[in-house]
């Protein structure tokens, strides 16, 4: 009976589970078949989604462009494209397809290896899969879309291109300090300050599989930066910055700098510095390329010491370096004493060639003395004696007071980054004693920016304002809207009109009769104050920065010009000027402005008849055509590129530059190019060098001269691109002529 009751009660627990079992099965398959009648499609489209769109691509949006005040390029963003295999998907295409798509790449690109590309796709024994099996594998980055165009015409099987950006300077080192760059987390220039601008809106690229071998894209456009245009003159920067490298070649310095500014408006023209780099390669020192001492020094540099010298390179030394001013600050001395009615322009007082100040002795730079001088004299003949007198009259705390209203201890608010205030390199009020006022009067014991003296200049000579300098003048977006506007702001007034117009009138006296003589220019009235400063320790003599603040037309100064020269290597007084390259950059401005004189001489409408030309449209045309005319109106040009057809010249159309002049002309390969070849550069070479290369290129030879000389021209140049068969004109002349080559 007791067996019976078990044997009971273990049927009943077997049921029991076998209901649970049947019960659970029940609902999970009808929970199935629900999902699949009421959601199947939905269920299905989301699975084969996740199939599919498993691969995306960012499209990167092209950087806005920066323009110069003429719309001329100088910074620009272009498609690129990468190169991408799927070796998935080429593995499962014919035999003839994968060898068709292989040997495709590697005549393309020679830096891809066929066996390593056929290994992506061979299958391991091991795994019974290939030995890549993915579908994303870089090939090659930053292809031109004329290349991607082709390759997409040959219907390679496995291969697609994601887009991207190419951020390119066609003037390479043209404004440099300027411009800027962003390189990771570190922004200079233009480039950093209004980053937000150009950025644009990155789009995306969804890569869609259906099966082995068919792709198809989905793509959602990016939206392209917002273009920059600022305010500086293409021409008066090259001009600039060709007196700066002048300067710098024959006397080598720390710093030299050059910087144009319109003074009423504070717009910059052109600020030029030496320590130049490549925008489009700006980690490697030029001279790594030109120096092999320099190279070898520069490779055995540690990372933080490469690190140190780039950024000191990068930097902008007119914005972001300090020194002592010197003797151009006297002008701004006589301003707030003639403002606060402590002297008049008839005020005199004598120079000995020296003056005690509470026991210490400054000297004049005319150690004999100026004798009686008024105030234009005292600024003419930069007399350290007068000026120290006016600011005993003036006293401290109204010096004091008028340095910090004309800017100095705080920045001027130019629209660049990195602005010092120089604040810690100037005295506060309870530091100055009767040695100090002294030596502030003329520029000394303290420092400031060449941004904040030129700006505190400006007003001396405008009216009296304090103006913001800035180097952006507008930001336009894709449709030419203006999304930022910068126009002219007056911070304040410092000095009255009345003094200023006296001021900017007095200071031509330094040009005409004074230390600035050595800038006059015949018949154009022009003004200045010349400025030569100790710096740092007082016991070296071989530290100091000469200057040069210049304006034009003195009566109705339209470009004020500053030209430095910091540190200069054995420096020797009387030696190391500035003025020549005032002058230089002076003259250049009024040729290219075309600015009649305010005297009539020779001299001077020499200057402003020499003979122009307007620059045509070429962008689209073709090279070879384009360089006849160019000879025909008397131009020179140079080829930057390898095609036939022009994508961009400099300066632009329609701009008015003098006879003889250099045009840029960009080019690149387009399909009308089918059939062409660039020419190679032969200028130096001897003539079995140049006929060598030019046959080896496809090109019949003409040459003029003696076979035993050397190609000192070659036409076309290098870089056109011409029928191959065509002819190629040398002209070779005598090796002791001492031609230099140039490639």
């Known amino acids: 009976m007791k067996e019976s009751t078990t044997r009971m009660k273990a049927k009943n627990k077997f049921a029991f589970i076998l209901f649970v079992f049947i019960s659970v099965f029940t609902i999970i398959l009808g929970r199935v078949i629900y999902l699949k009648v009421v959601h199947g499609e939905e269920y299905e489209a989301a699975a084969k989604n996740q199939q599919i769109n498993r691969y995306d691509a960012v499209i990167a949006a092209n950087r806005g462009s920066i323009l110069d005040r003429n719309q001329q390029v100088l910074a620009i963003s272009t498609a690129v494209y990468n190169v991408v295999l799927d070796p998935l998907v080429l593995s499962q295409n014919k035999e003839e397809a994968q060898e068709k798509t292989l040997t495709t790449l590697c005549q393309y690109f020679p830096e891809l290896d066929y066996a390593t590309l056929k ?10 899969e290939i030995n890549l099996p993915n579908h994303w594998k870089y090939l090659v980055k930053e292809i031109d879309r004329s290349v991607k165009d082709e390759l997409e015409a040959l219907d390679l099987k496995g291969v697609y291109f994601e887009q991207t950006s190419k951020r390119s300077y066609p003037l390479k080192t043209l404004a440099c300090h300027l411009l800027g760059f962003i390189r990771g987390g570190s922004q200079w220039g233009i480039e950093g300050q209004y980053d937000d601008y150009m950025v644009g809106m990155p789009g995306r690229s969804f890569i869609l599989y259906d099966g082995a071998n068919d792709i198809t894209y989905q793509d959602y456009p990016a939206e392209d930066g917002d273009t920059v245009i600022t305010t500086i003159d293409y021409t008066i920067q090259q001009y600039a910055e060709e007196v700066v490298a002048q300067t710098m070649e024959e006397w080598p310095a720390e710093s030299v700098a050059a910087i144009v500014v319109d003074p009423n408006t504070g717009e910059i023209f052109a600020l ?47 914005i972001s370096s300090t020194y002592e001013p010197g003797s151009i600050y006297k002008p701004l001395v006589a301003a707030a004493a003639l403002e606060e009615g402590v002297i008049t322009p008839e005020t005199t007082f004598y120079c000995g060639g020296s003056i005690d100040v509470s026991g210490t002795t400054i000297h004049c730079h005319l150690h004999s003395g100026h004798g009686t001088v008024n105030v234009e004299e005292i600024l003419a003949q930069s007399c350290n004696v007068g000026i120290v007198q ?13 340095q910090k209203e004309f800017g100095f201890g705080e920045k001027t608010g130019i629209d660049l980054p990195a602005e010092a205030d120089a604040a810690n390199v100037l005295h506060s009020l309870a530091t100055i004693g009767p040695v100090e006022l002294a030596t502030i009067s003329f520029g000394q014991t303290f420092n400031c920016t060449t941004i904040q ?40 007034q410092v000095i009255s009109k009345k003094t200023s117009d006296y001021l900017r009138v007095a200071l031509k006296s330094t040009v005409e009769s004074g230390t600035g003589k050595k800038i006059q220019i015949p018949g154009y009235s022009i003004a200045c104050k010349t400025g030569t400063a100790e710096q740092g320790d007082r016991k070296r003599d071989d530290l100091w920065t000469l200057t040069h603040m210049a304006y034009f037309p003195a009566e109705n100064p339209q470009y004020i010009v500053m030209s430095v020269i910091h540190l200069p290597e054995d420096y020797a007084d009387g030696v190391q000027s500035t003025a020549p390259m005032t002058k230089s950059l002076i003259e250049k401005i009024i040729k290219y402005k075309n600015l009649e004189p305010t005297e009539g001489t020779e001299e001077a409408a020499a200057m402003t008849t020499k003979e122009t030309v307007e620059v045509p449209d070429y962008v689209g045309s073709s090279t070879y055509n384009v360089v006849t005319d160019l000879d025909a109106k008397g131009l020179t040009y140079k080829v930057v590129g390898t095609g036939n057809t022009i994508t961009n010249q400099v300066p632009k159309a329609g701009a008015t530059v003098e006879a003889a002049s250099e045009i840029i002309l960009y080019v690149e390969k387009s ?41 000192s021209s070659q036409d076309p140049q290098y870089g056109v691109s011409i029928e191959k068969g065509g002819e190629v004109k040398i002209k070779l002349v005598p090796k002791t002529t001492g031609t230099t080559p140039s490639g």
């Open 390 to 402: 006016i600011a005993q009259r003036l006293g401290a705390e109204k010096l004091y007071r008028y």
């Open 453 to 492: 003296i030129v700006t505190a200049f400006s007003a001396l000579i405008n009216g009296g304002n304090i103006m913001t300098p800035y180097v952006v003048s507008q930001v336009l977006n894709s449709n030419g809207d203006v999304v930022f506007e910068k126009k002219p702001e007056v911070v304040r």
């Open 272 to 318: 030029a510095e030496s320590n130049s780099f490549d925008l489009n390669d700006p980690s490697t020192p030029p001279q790594v390329e030109t120096d092999p001492a320099f190279k070898a020094e520069w490779e055995a540099k540690s990372n933080k010491e490469q690190m140190e010298y780039l950024n000191n390179m990068w930097k902008s030394f007119s």
């Open 119 to 128: 290994q992506y796709i061979t299958e391991n024994p091991s795994t019974g």
């Open 671 to 711: 399909s009308q190019d089918t059939g062409t070849v660039a020419v190679p550069n032969v200028v130096g070479k001897t003539y079995d060098e140049a006929t060598a290369k030019l046959t080896e290129a496809g090109f019949e030879v003409i040459f003029e001269g003696n076979t035993d000389g050397v190609v």
